[in-house]
């Protein structure tokens, strides 16, 4: 891709908005604000989400999940089913104006999921089964903030498992602790994210955050240094298994919740009468898990953790584009033949052909933050060379043509 | 996949819609409907769904689009500005509980990209420009009908182009007359799809429609069946250049519209003061083109077009599976052993291996409509051999195992 050609510029007349994702991505031109807590992803944004979504979708199919599709519009019916239609005020609900219909827009789907999937898991031989999505929600948040960190519309993977019994939820559940672990660590953020409980309310027993340590975050954790287990203050540390360290061990550090699982026991199986026949033909509530990913909080939380003061740093597997060509004045021909042939070898290659200065297009390519840049200027033709930087560096460094496209 | 360890089972106790699509599809455990007009898409729908989204995202990035995605959820101001937020009867409305704010689902998004791309198309070197999104959109439709053909929630291909004048538009709305030929060719509609003027109204001279002939279809359309040229009742065939040939030739047939190019020209320009500097640094308003194809619509077309009296019959492109392997009673091992090796050469296969009577796993092929059918039987066992069926042949043919394994 050509900057020429691309739909989308650079930004500069972007005020501050106090938060690092929301300001970086909207100035290099990943995503644009609609309205509060609203934004389009744009071309580049789009390339960086796809990727994203990729490495979520093959952990989760790893793990079993077949991929569905629910509608984003709810029946009224469903919702009040679990009483949610009138207590959850996030709930945006809809009327039609043409059919009168009530709908709700589902900021989740255990509403939807049960009753579907009682259709067809009847008996003991049809569990386990793991169904997921990766689809459009909206919370009618009163606030949104931190960019696209907390937003009202937002694409979430939800991964939905029923079992026969709660030993294979908890196996279940392990399974997919590890899923998530690989998705971190697939999307950059492996060496900040921990596990801890969930904060507070009857549900903390059964569910667990992942948390990625940001001086930015929202979230308070406890992590203790010495054993490397993060706990919330109202979980004692040492009920774990930490016989060596103790509460005193405990670090406050603010984090970012990437992700959350839960184990939903029978809570929306008894509402929707979702039951199975058991080997000696008796009927019991099916054991469910759900286990969300919001992508939109995922690809903000790898910029809030990642970025310098000069702009994102985005990890290999999930950057726009793999290199970032620039050529400096006078050397835009040289350029031209190298960008060609890259294209040629199937390189992921942008290239910045504006007719600007080299410190717009240096500080433009700094701001964007893919991982490798590539500069071709007068000097390094003389020297039949490039220069190769990678982005969390500091200094390039001079390498022969030849060599390079021989060995890339 | 095995039959056992899908999400979903085949559907008998469906009541006839009079849709053919939504029966066969329900029925097949394609898709399950959640409301009216609101479908989910099952583990075979979604499958069937990704490669019909996979091809048309192909065709529009190799005709220069880049994919964006913009929100379903609208602020009001945008659609005031157009004069639909009052006008559109099927256009949905949301308030939120906390927010208050009034927003609009989107059934469409001219009012969302038009001030968008004013964003990043100052001067004329930016221009042409071609964004494209494949999203959910929202119609509240008083009456939805025909299956997955007209619904309230769909998924939509939308492409936008902005041109400096209208011989660029021109220029580009040929190229996207041959892309979507390309697609509805690559998804197996090719024969049956003609291009149309669309009916009635002001921007009939600015639109076209891409035509489905079906014996189900809603549409209306006159097929001159000398030149193969389509038109309808308003437009005289004799003022084409069709000069051999004229209204007397032309044949009234059923259709499905399932796909649409619109030149918008300056309307949406204008309303959101859209515009551009030219060489000469004047001003100019955008010449734009919106292209649309609702991906579940075309799916339904695909079933609508392509079924017989036992079921579905999938073109290869856009089949969930490529073979439907079926064991009968007494070769399930053997069966087991086949689908092994199958899916160690990667072949795409989906195994009946339920214990059910040959009957039943039959007739559940000819409804799910997999192109290829392979059964193992302890007759075909006793010949080293396997019967291969295509879906729309009656009749298979037996093939060496060893050959078929070596050639496939």
Redesign the interface.
């Known amino acids: 891709m050509k900057f ?1 050609d ?4 650079t ?1 500069k007349d972007i005020k501050d908005s106090g938060s690092a994702n929301a300001d970086l991505l909207v100035r290099g ?1 990943y995503v ?1 604000q ?3 807590g ?6 580049l944004g ?1 390339r960086v ?1 796809k990727k994203i979504e990729e490495i979520i979708r093959e952990e989760m199919s790893a793990a079993g999940g ?10 009224k019916a469903n919702w009040e089913k679990t009483g949610r239609w009138e207590n959850l ?6 009327v ?4 009168g ?1 009530e ?1 709700a ?1 589902g900021p989740t789907h255990e509403e ?1 999921v049960t009753p ?2 009682s ?2 898991v009847l008996s003991y ?1 049809d569990l386990p ?1 793991y ?1 997921f999505q990766i689809q ?1 929600k ?1 919370r ?3 606030r949104p903030k931190s960019g696209l960190l907390r937003t ?2 937002f694409m979430m993977k939800d991964l939905y498992s029923f079992h026969a019994d709660e030993k294979d939820l908890d196996r279940y559940y392990e399974i997919m602790k590890n899923a998530y672990f690989k998705i971190f660590t697939r999307v950059g953020l492996g060496e900040v994210t921990v596990l801890t409980y969930a904060s507070g309310g009857s549900f903390s027993r059964y569910s667990h955050e992942f948390q990625a340590i940001c001086e930015t975050g929202e979230d308070t954790i406890y992590l203790c240094e010495k054993c490397n287990v993060a706990v919330n203050k109202e979980i004692i540390h040492e009920q774990k298994s930490c016989p060596e360290c103790g509460n005193k061990d405990l670090k406050e550090k603010k984090s970012i919740e990437i992700g959350n699982i839960f184990k939903l026991r029978d809570k929306f199986s008894k509402a929707f009468d979702f039951s199975y026949l058991d080997e000696k033909n008796q009927k019991n509530f099916v054991e469910m898990g759900c286990y969300g990913i919001g992508l939109g909080r995922l690809m903000a939380s790898i910029v809030e953790v990642l970025h310098d003061k000069s702009g994102i740093v985005w990890p290999n597997e999930v950057a726009p584009y793999k290199f970032h060509l620039v050529n400096l004045s006078g050397a835009q021909e040289e350029a031209a033949d190298l960008y060609e042939k890259l294209k040629a070898k199937k390189v992921d290659v942008i290239w910045d052909d504006r007719d600007e200065r080299a410190g717009i297009k240096l500080s433009d390519a700094d701001l964007l933050g893919i991982p490798n840049r590539i500069i071709v200027s007068p000097k390094t033709i003389s020297e039949k060379a490039i220069e190769v930087k990678r982005r969390e560096e500091s200094e390039g460094k001079i390498v022969l043509l030849d060599k390079f496209l021989k060995e890339i």
């Open positions: 020429t691309l739909f989308t510029k930004q031109g644009n609609l309205s509060a609203i934004y389009t992803y744009l071309p789009w989400y077949q991929e569905i599709f629910m509608p984003a519009m709810h029946p005020d996030v709930l945006y609900k809809v039609g104006q043409l059919s219909a709908m827009l939807i579907l999937a259709r067809f031989k089964k169904v459009d909206f009618d948040e009163a009202r519309e």
